[in-house]
């Protein structure tokens, strides 16, 4: 069955430690990869997305993301975090529809 | 910034009776999508529409719910009846193709 699998369920990191949070997909063909971000009590907001093209994906906010097609991954990175950056983490796939991964809590101590 | 709209914000039913959400999505996006997130889990999809068509319904239980977008502009999620299971974050959000999909801030639903 397609899926999408976040490792991580809850994060906590220290400001500015750095980030990483995986995310895999069992999507064959064509797809197109998104990282969402849900700030306390705010609705999902697109931090970046990858089409095609370079497989390293820079977003909003020093976000950035790898498009590794062999390993079927779409793992987020951060070099510094801050506070700020507390937040629920989604990753998603588009083939013909949008699906989710659970998602991983980032907790980040000041 | 366009925005999703959805309406209410907040709605508190008892079980067995019927509820009803509402979104209006961005203007000329054709896709729009209907999720329900449920605390600590991810969205889930229930119902993507092609324009007035829906295009993935796979995941919406269709004995109580039902979604419809008949001018291929604004859209309605039912529940009826609604049951105790229902209580969740009922999202809607709207895409040009498959760019990514812009949200709307969602319905809370508490069934008591």
């Known amino acids: 069955a397609q899926s999408v699998s976040q490792h991580n369920h809850h994060v906590i990191l220290s400001e500015a430690a750095s980030l990483e949070l995986g995310c895999n997909y069992s999507y064959g063909g064509t797809v197109n990869l998104f990282w969402y971000v849900q700030y306390p009590g705010q609705h999902l907001q697109l931090l970046l997305k990858y089409f095609s093209g370079d497989p390293l994906v820079k977003g909003i906010k020093g976000f950035e993301a790898e498009f590794i097609k062999s390993k079927f991954s779409f793992n987020l990175r951060k070099p510094s975090v801050q506070w700020s950056d507390t937040a629920e983490y989604f990753c998603?796939?588009?083939?013909?529809?949008?699906?989710f991964g659970a998602g991983t809590r980032l907790t980040v101590k000041p | 910034e366009a925005e999703v709209a959805q309406s209410p914000r907040y709605k508190i039913t008892e079980k067995s009776q019927a509820v009803a959400f509402w979104c209006d999505p961005i203007s000329g996006h054709a896709t729009l999508y209907w999720y329900r997130q449920i605390l600590g889990q991810g969205p889930e999809l229930l119902v993507q529409f092609q324009d007035e068509s829906v295009v993935d319904d796979s995941q919406l239980p269709k004995d109580r719910f039902s979604a419809e977008r008949l001018k291929g502009v604004d859209s309605t999620l039912k529940i009826q009846p609604a049951e105790l299971g229902d209580s969740a974050m009922y999202l809607c959000a709207s895409s040009l193709g498959s760019t990514g999909a812009t949200f709307g801030s969602g319905t809370r639903l508490t069934v008591v």
């Open positions: 998603a796939v588009n083939n013909n529809d949008m699906r």
